[in-house]
């Protein structure tokens, strides 16, 4: 029981700081490329290079007819219906408020799901954990959100109401996606699972963004400069092969919402990145954040009261 508890901790931070760090490629990728094109070309790219490693590793798998349907729901809600939302709304909404949007409402949507799917029981100790990373996203990110919106030149009126829904809504399908993903995890081996979703999802975010996305046919041509396809490279192999990957397995051992307790560390690394490599700045209301925010992350993580599928 120490051993497993130690490994998911251990797969916990790697996660934490994994994804903490994605920002910096995604900023890179979607300053110089079409964000909905660089999103599915990524993941395109990492389904089929997961399918491949799960294939040299003996991990390869053929799914059942009778899941195929799940295969997809998981696909389209875990990736498609995450990244073209919440890409979307954030050209409408300034950056703070999409920070707390989506990450205080990704760990709440995985509870709902898991509850209502019982995946996962309801205690004291997890809606503490919840309540207290949500107030510190809050805490960190509100005061320093800027008072002008990000837009596009065509905004229409009501565009930062629709803009915040829709970045909430990427909170809501990956949190129900997340939830139908686990008990496939329980049948097959977590790498071709993820390399499944990633290539579904991928390939439906890259039609998606050549048949609506301005400028996303002409990208195609790969002419990016070496910063883009730096950011685009990183994603790929850390925050997808990697970071997805690690994901999959904390679903299947710890269940969603102590997996999803990852948006209330991953935070803290980008702060620190920020300071580390741009010359940031951490004030007062930075530090609190950070502190409430990981102590809801321990709250939700010491817990061992969860039940565990068997691991494949």
Known sequence: MTLDLNKNQLRFLMLCIIWGSTWIGTKAGIEIVPPLLFAGTRFTAAGVLL????WARGEAATFKVGDSIRFVAVSMLMITLCYAPLFWGMQYIDTGTAAV???????????????LLREESLDVRRILAILLGVSGLIIL??????????????????????????????????GYGSVLARPLLRSYPA???AGITTLVGGIALLAAALLSEPGALSALSGNWGKIAWTGWFFLVIFGSLIGYTTYMRLLRDIGASRAGSYAFVSPVIAVALG???FSEQVTVFDVVGIIVMLIGAYLAMAETSVRKPTAL
Do not use: Q, R
Request: net charge negative.
């Open 191 to 193: 790498l071709f699972v």
């Open 275 to 277: 300071v580390l490599f």
């Open 141 to 174: 990110f509100w005061p320093s959100a800027p008072d002008e919106h990000v837009s596009k030149p065509e905004a229409f009126a009501g565009a930062s109401l629709w803009g915040g829904l829709a970045v909430a809504s990427a909170a809501f399908t990956y």
């Open 51 to 54: 399918l491949l490693y799960g």
């Open 101 to 115: 949007l989506e990450m205080s409402l990704t760990p709440i949507a995985l509870l709902c799901f898991a509850l």
